[in-house]
């Protein structure tokens, strides 16, 4: 195994009218995340920190905003192909840890659900794929519930990098 790390981080803006979509699970509350694709702010965290540790760009090149193709997008698609590219450069994701900024909702009742849903596109399991929530203590946008941020770290094995 020769192991390297990545880093990611994404925020989106919480507003009225869309479903909240967050750790690839639909989680029940008055405001969603915006964004040209669902707005999952976890499974793009995610998503950059293993194409960070790949070496293989980030987000934005790969799932470009405006692109019709990733419109709506659940986060599982985007971590699907996500895992894709890594596997055609012979990489293989090992590992992750996401720590979650959220006023609100209460997202601990949710956590084991987001741990599954994020892992299965990857091809890990739950035990691989930590997810920490916590609150901003009020402050700023985040504090005021008008966003929500996901900081992820991620490892994964290059020993058969192409
Ligand atoms: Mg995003």
């Known amino acids: 195994m020769?192991?390297?790390?990545?880093?990611?981080?994404d925020i989106h803006r919480l507003?009225?009218?869309?479903?909240?979509f967050l750790g690839c699970v639909e989680i029940p509350h008055d405001k969603g995340l915006l964004g040209h694709s669902d707005?999952?702010?976890?499974?793009?965290?995610?998503?950059?920190?293993?194409?960070?540790?790949?070496?293989?760009?980030?987000?934005?090149?790969?799932?470009?905003?405006?692109?019709?193709?990733?419109?709506?997008?659940?986060?599982?698609?985007?971590?699907?192909?996500?895992?894709?590219?890594?596997?055609?450069?012979?990489?293989?994701?090992?590992?992750?840890?996401?720590?979650?900024?959220?006023?609100?909702?209460?997202?601990?009742?949710?956590?084991?659900?987001?741990?599954?849903s994020l892992a299965r596109p990857l091809g890990l399991g739950p035990a691989d794929l930590s997810v920490k929530a916590r609150t901003h203590e009020g402050l700023g946008e985040i504090g005021r519930g008008e966003a929500i941020a996901v900081y992820a770290v991620a490892l994964v094995d290059v020993a058969a990098r192409r």
């Open 15 to 20: 507003v009225t009218g869309r479903p909240l």
């Open 39 to 116: 707005g999952d702010a976890a499974a793009h965290a995610l998503a950059d920190a293993l194409l960070g540790a790949a070496g293989l760009g980030d987000i934005g090149e790969h799932f470009p905003p405006g692109d019709p193709e990733w419109a709506g997008a659940a986060g599982s698609r985007i971590l699907e192909e996500t895992r894709r590219l890594l596997e055609a450069a012979g990489v293989a994701p090992v590992q992750a840890d996401l720590a979650i900024v959220a006023e609100e909702p209460r997202l601990a009742p949710y956590r084991q659900a987001m741990r599954e």
């Open 2 to 9: 020769s192991l390297r790390v990545g880093i990611g981080f």
